[in-house]
C-alpha cells in the first residue's frame, strides 16, 4: 500500500524541540522530493519546509529557517524534521507529503502545495506552557 506514516509529535515547552518522523511505504521514497506542511487550528495549509532527492537542497519557509531542520533517510525510507527553538505559533498538525513528479525540482515547485498527491494522516504538535 502506497501511504505515509508520521509520528513524533506532542506538547512541549516553548523553547523546546521535536523530532517528527514519517515513515514511506509502497513507492520509491528515493525518487521523490518530500515536504513537510502544517495546518494550525483554525488555520489554512502552510507549507514549511522541502528536500530534493538525494537530499541535495533543502528549504525552508521564512517562519521556521533557523530552527527547524529537514532531512531524510533513503535507506530506511523516512523523512524528518527536528523542531528546535519552539514557540507557541508552531502549534499545529504536521503532514509530510510526497511530490507528484519524480528527480530534482525547482524550490518553487516545492513549496507549492498543488504539486503534492500523497499525504500522510498527520501529528500534533503543541507548543505551551
Known amino acids: 500500500e502506497v501511504q505515509l506514516v508520521e509520528s513524533g509529535g506532542g506538547l512541549v515547552q516553548p523553547g523546546g524541540s521535536l523530532r517528527l518522523s514519517c515513515v514511506a511505504s509502497g513507492f520509491t521514497f528515493s525518487s521523490y522530493g518530500m515536504s513537510w506542511v502544517r495546518q494550525a487550528p483554525g488555520k489554512g495549509l502552510e507549507w514549511v519546509s522541502g528536500i530534493n532527492v538525494g537530499d541535495s537542497t533543502k528549504y525552508y519557509a521564512d517562519s521556521v529557517k533557523g530552527r527547524f531542520t529537514i532531512s531524510r533517510d533513503d535507506a530506511e525510507n523516512t523523512l524528518y524534521l527536528q523542531l528546535n527553538s519552539l514557540k507557541t505559533e508552531d502549534t499545529a498538525m504536521y503532514y509530510c507529503?510526497?511530490?507528484?513528479?519524480?528527480?530534482?525540482?525547482?524550490?518553487?515547485?516545492?513549496?507549492?502545495?498543488?504539486?503534492?498527491?500523497?499525504w500522510g494522516q498527520g501529528t500534533q504538535v503543541t507548543v505551551s506552557s
Open positions: 507529503a510526497r511530490t507528484r513528479d519524480g528527480g530534482w525540482l525547482r524550490p518553487a515547485y516545492l513549496s507549492t502545495l498543488d504539486n503534492y498527491n500523497l
